[in-house]
């Protein structure tokens, strides 16, 4: 995660170029396979037989791995490109606050952290009989002003994390792609088990989780009603409902957050399986039906993932990414 100096020296606007070369790379992506897939056409002139018929399979078959690379390419443009301003707008607020507090003389420290100048300091002593009620001033703004910073930096680390989670994530299905085409054509991306992929969803919830599910989907009356449409549920219909997820905490963005702490967990010496599980089952789900929760309805936008204050809070700061 970046420091507070490195979030003041930053320029943001940096994400979005970034995003736009990704958009023009997608684009690329896709002009090398339209201009592949018309190379082998034209072979198919002067060359005829098992090879060239055994050429057009393996053709067909490296278009799809073209096309998911072209996708995951686009996407992480995007994730920039929905990132970039947010963190431009967090990190000119930050800068501001830092630059109003010294403008008053404060004194601001890399922490970060506001204390009185030394000058504000002598200038308090100066007063007097009024001098302990100067001093108390000083403490409070420095303090309040602390707290801002504190906010709006953690807030800046957060957003940072949740763009390096969407990243890394594509990064790694990216480098499966790449790596089935170097090691001889095969379709699509490579299959992980948990044991290779700790992060993946799991499947399952824990009865408890489940009834505290219900629960907090109980209307008044005593019974389960989803959220959206107020339809009545059924409990023991299991094909009829499902395990509804808060704002902010969807399951793909859970996979990324976890992908991106792995190394983290692994090095405070926890299972990241069993992270994964713990983590999944401590957030209040609620029921839904199967068309309210798979229509994907009251899902927040890409650019927020509350996974990231979690495991921050349950782990500190992650590793740097490696694909």
Not at 260 to 286: A, C, F, M
Request: charged letters at 25%.
């Amino acid at each position: 995660m970046p420091t507070f100096q490195q979030v003041i020296d930053s320029n943001p606007a940096k994400f979005s170029d970034a995003g736009g070369d990704l958009d023009s790379a997608g684009s690329d992506i896709g002009d090398l396979r339209s201009e592949y897939g018309r190379q082998v056409k034209t072979l198919g002139n002067s060359w005829n037989g098992d090879d060239y018929d055994a050429l057009g399979r393996d053709k067909d078959t490296l278009v799809i791995n073209i096309n998911a690379t072209k996708l995951k390419v686009e996407a992480a443009g995007k994730a920039l490109q929905l990132n970039g301003p947010i963190m431009k707008v967090l990190s000119e607020t930050l800068e501001q606050t830092k630059k109003g507090a010294e403008t008053a003389q404060f004194k601001v420290l890399p922490a970060p952290f506001c204390i009185p100048s030394q000058q504000q300091l002598q200038q308090a002593s100066s007063l007097g009989p009024g001098a302990p009620a100067a001093y108390a001033a000083l403490i409070a703004t420095s303090t309040a002003i602390s707290t801002a910073l504190i906010a709006q930096y953690t807030a800046v680390c957060v957003q940072d994390a949740t763009a390096a989670a969407a990243l890394h994530t594509l990064g790694l299905s990216l480098r499966d792609v790449s790596g089935v085409i170097g090691q001889g054509i095969s379709i699509g991306t490579v299959s992980r088990t948990v044991r290779q992929d700790p992060g993946q969803r799991p499947n399952k919830f824990r009865a408890t989780t489940v009834k505290d599910a219900e629960k907090r989907s109980t209307n008044p009356q005593g019974e389960v009603e989803d959220w959206h449409s107020q339809q009545r549920i059924d409990m023991t219909q299991r094909r009829t409902w499902d395990m509804g997820h808060p704002y902010g905490y969807e399951s793909r963005k859970h996979e990324e957050v976890a992908r991106l702490w792995e190394s983290k967990i692994r090095q405070q010496g926890l299972n990241p399986r069993t992270e994964v599980l713990r983590q999944h089952n401590d957030v209040p789900y609620r029921i839904e039906t199967t068309n309210t929760n798979r229509t994907h309805v009251g899902e927040a936008p890409d650019e927020i993932n509350y996974w990231v204050q979690k495991y921050r809070a349950a782990y500190g700061d992650p590793l740097d990414p490696v694909i």
